[in-house]
């Protein structure tokens, strides 16, 4: 009987898993890679991010898709693929990038991404995790006893603050909310304090837990964010008269729009009073806490029952990446209380099964950048890291109060820079410079004002970028008239 033959025709599955084609692609896509990164350090093209409509990019990406149905192809993606992925994402790695909180991932780690990314094991369990499993534990009670939360301290990691947030007030609502919530529901309406400042994703938690609009209490704040201890008291007293069962209060670090950090060390000793549980949204500013010259506004993490703080935005891993850690590791699994026999043989602690922490079930093996920076670094790159981005910001600062026509919001505690050009639409002069280019900077709205923001996230950026970003906004401001 004559043997079967593979076939021999390019889309077969069967083409796509050769070390030859894998060892080939990989030979072009470091090149091409590298000299992508040549270019946007270089600041080589004309635009951070090249400018168009939503529906332009839209129709362009469905034209390649009407022209290529049914085109043969001996490789996994068109020739041109990638080229035009490259040609028209944010180009994160040029110095003039000044946009949104998002990590200029260190281009090493990219090796490390292919790696776990072929490798492909889940870690919902132990046996699908056995190298990134037990890495995951050992740094993540490492970082927790440097962050001070103690020798009990432990955590997960997950993709992205917003889950990291929800698991915490989800273990919160466990620890502190009266009977059994995860087994029976809540005995009666929960609600968490938070400042009026904080990040969507906590009150979107809330209502994600069944708590409505009242189970957010937004707290008033301070001319400079932070929460108002008078009316935090006042909200609390309010909240419970209306018999609401308020379990915690949530601290900033740091806010998004701005960059304040809450009095952390208020909030602590306000939490301990009225048998709150306390959690800190430091999914930005929590990385301060690598910096001995930038962790003063961090002062009373230690005493958080909870602190999330993402990997992915001043600590160059790529996204998504974040830490949720908790003062006494048992907590994590308040979260979730769940029999799954085809996973687990009972319902036990077990750090090696670690879907019984977090809501993923499958996840990437986010531990293979944290544990390899940690065991090659300790703190000190990432120290580093903070310290220069950091620097970027007062740097900009300094620049912005030198010139008469512009305004500061606030002198800078971390990375982020709010500022306003007298007398402009600053919402316009913004939409000129993602236009027009080349810098790449957003916006907020402070008090009913639009007012310009850079988040400097970009080590490589220097002075003289910072000062043509301003000369730019300047003439952009002239062009309009």
Same mark, same amino acid.
């Given at each position: 009987?004559?043997?079967?033959?593979?076939?021999?025709?390019?889309?077969?599955?069967?083409?796509?898993?050769?070390?030859?084609?894998?060892?080939?692609?990989?030979?072009?896509?470091?090149?091409?890679?590298?000299?992508?990164?040549?270019?946007?350090?270089?600041?080589?093209?004309?635009?951070?991010?090249?400018?168009?409509?939503?529906?332009?990019?839209?129709?362009?990406?469905?034209?390649?898709?009407?022209?290529?149905?049914?085109?043969?192809?001996?490789?996994?993606?068109?020739?041109?693929?990638?080229?035009?992925?490259?040609?028209?994402?944010?180009?994160?790695?040029?110095?003039?990038?000044?946009?949104?909180?998002?990590?200029?991932?260190?281009?090493?780690?990219?090796?490390?991404?292919?790696?776990?990314?072929?490798?492909?094991?889940?870690?919902?369990?132990?046996?699908?995790?056995?190298?990134?499993?037990?890495?995951?534990?050992?740094?993540?009670?490492?970082?927790?006893?440097?962050?001070?939360?103690?020798?009990?301290?432990?955590?997960?990691?997950?993709?992205?603050?917003?889950?990291?947030?929800?698991? $915490?007030?989800?273990?919160?609502?466990?620890?502190?909310?009266?009977?059994?919530?995860?087994?029976?529901?809540?005995?009666?309406?929960?609600?968490?304090?938070?400042?009026?400042?904080?990040?969507?994703?906590?009150?979107?938690?809330?209502?994600?837990?069944?708590?409505?609009? $009242?189970?957010?209490?937004?707290?008033?704040?301070?001319?400079?964010?932070?929460?108002?201890?008078?009316?935090?008291?006042?909200?609390?007293?309010?909240?419970?008269?209306?018999?609401?069962?308020?379990?915690?209060?949530?601290?900033?670090?740091?806010?998004?729009?701005?960059?304040?950090?809450?009095?952390?060390?208020?909030?602590?000793?306000?939490?301990?009073?009225?048998?709150?549980?306390?959690?800190?949204?430091?999914?930005?500013?929590?990385?301060?806490?690598?910096?001995?010259?930038?962790?003063?506004?961090?002062?009373?993490?230690?005493?958080?029952?909870?602190?999330?703080?993402?990997?992915?935005?001043?600590?160059?891993?790529?996204?998504?990446?974040?830490?949720?850690?908790?003062?006494?590791?048992?907590?994590?699994?308040?979260?979730?209380?769940?029999?799954?026999?085809?996973?687990?043989?009972?319902?036990?602690?077990?750090?090696?099964?670690?879907?019984?922490?977090?809501?993923?079930?499958?996840?990437?093996?986010?531990?293979? $950048?944290?544990?390899?920076?940690?065991?090659?670094?300790?703190?000190?790159?990432?120290?580093?890291?903070?310290?220069?981005?950091?620097?970027?910001?007062?740097?900009?600062?300094?620049?912005?109060?030198?010139?008469?026509?512009?305004?500061?919001?606030?002198?800078?505690?971390?990375?982020?820079?709010?500022?306003?050009?007298?007398?402009?639409?600053?919402?316009?002069?913004?939409?000129?410079?993602?236009?027009?280019?080349?810098?790449?900077?957003?916006?907020?709205?402070?008090?009913?004002?639009?007012?310009?923001?850079?988040?400097?996230?970009?080590?490589?950026?220097?002075?003289?970028?910072?000062?043509?970003?301003?000369?730019?906004?300047?003439?952009?401001?002239?062009?309009?008239?």
């Amino acid at each position: 009987m004559k043997a079967c033959s593979k076939p021999n025709i390019p889309h077969h599955w069967s083409n796509f898993y050769t070390v030859h084609a894998f060892r080939g692609s990989g030979d072009e896509m470091v090149e091409r890679l590298a000299h992508y990164l040549a270019e946007s350090q270089g600041k080589q093209r004309d635009f951070v991010l090249p400018y168009s409509t939503p529906f332009e990019r839209l129709s362009y990406w469905k034209s390649r898709l009407n022209n290529s149905v049914g085109a043969k192809s001996g490789a996994l993606w068109k020739a041109n693929f990638l080229e035009e992925v490259l040609a028209q994402s944010n180009r994160l790695h040029d110095p003039r990038y000044l946009g949104h909180q998002v990590a200029v991932p260190l281009p090493q780690l990219s090796w490390l991404q292919a790696a776990t990314s072929l490798l492909n094991n889940g870690m919902a369990i132990d046996e699908m995790g056995p190298a990134s499993s037990p890495m995951e534990e050992a740094v993540m009670q490492e970082l927790a006893q440097f962050m001070g939360l103690g020798s009990a301290a432990s955590g997960i990691l997950c993709h992205g603050g917003t889950l990291a947030n929800l698991t $915490a007030l989800l273990a919160a609502r466990q620890r502190k909310a009266s009977g059994n919530p995860w087994k029976d529901g809540s005995e009666r309406p929960c609600a968490v304090l938070v400042s009026e400042q904080a990040h969507y994703c906590v009150d979107r938690a809330v209502r994600v837990m069944g708590w409505g609009a $009242a189970g957010a209490v937004k707290v008033r704040t301070l001319a400079n964010h932070q929460i108002d201890p008078v009316a935090l008291r006042i909200a609390f007293a309010e909240s419970t008269a209306r018999g609401l069962d308020v379990i915690a209060v949530v601290g900033n670090a740091c806010t998004t729009s701005t960059g304040t950090f809450d009095d952390l060390e208020v909030l602590a000793g306000f939490a301990d009073e009225n048998d709150l549980w306390f959690h800190v949204d430091g999914a930005h500013g929590a990385a301060q806490i690598f910096s001995e010259r930038n962790k003063g506004p961090l002062k009373g993490i230690e005493k958080a029952d909870s602190v999330a703080m993402d990997f992915h935005k001043m600590l160059g891993v790529p996204a998504l990446c974040t830490g949720l850690f908790y003062r006494n590791g048992s907590d994590a699994y308040a979260a979730f209380s769940q029999e799954a026999a085809y996973l687990y043989e009972n319902e036990q602690e077990e750090w090696w099964n670690l879907s019984k922490r977090t809501f993923e079930c499958t996840k990437r093996m986010l531990s293979v $950048a944290v544990f390899g920076i940690w065991e090659a670094h300790s703190h000190n790159l990432w120290e580093s890291l903070v310290d220069r981005l950091v620097d970027r910001a007062q740097v900009a600062a300094r620049a912005i109060e030198q010139r008469p026509h512009w305004e500061l919001f606030a002198h800078p505690q971390s990375n982020i820079v709010c500022f306003r050009l007298r007398g402009s639409d600053n919402a316009a002069l913004r939409h000129a410079m993602l236009k027009h280019g080349p810098q790449y900077i957003v916006k907020t709205v402070l008090n009913g004002e639009t007012w310009l923001r850079c988040t400097f996230q970009n080590p490589l950026t220097e002075e003289s970028d910072i000062e043509a970003l301003l000369d730019r906004l300047e003439e952009l401001k002239a062009n309009r008239g």
